[in-house]
């Protein structure tokens, strides 16, 4: 194989492993910091929407869901008793 052939593969290797890692994310929010003329940066680290709007409180920025979210779709079902 020769040098392109070696990149290549490795880059697929690195691409494969970055979904991966992608596809099993837990955080269900990412904070999108308003940071001047560059559009500024992201962080997806937040369990809750409160958890993410305390991070950007005062700092500027808003809160998206994460588009990588592996989690529960939603809210646990409320179970009847009787």
Avoid at 11 to 35: E, H, R
Avoid at 56 to 75: A, H
Wanted: hydrophobic letters at 35%; one cysteine or more; a positive charge.
């Amino acid at each position: 194989m020769g040098k392109i052939g070696v990149g290549l593969a490795g880059g697929i290797v690195v691409a494969l492993f970055l979904a991966g890692a992608a596809a099993s994310d837990p955080y269900k929010w990412c904070a999108q910091y308003s940071n001047g003329d560059d559009g500024g940066h992201s962080n997806c680290g937040f369990v809750t929407l409160e958890q993410c709007r305390a991070t950007i409180s005062g700092i500027g920025g808003f809160c998206v869901p994460n588009q990588f979210y592996t989690g529960p779709p939603g809210k646990p079902a409320k179970r009847h008793r009787g």
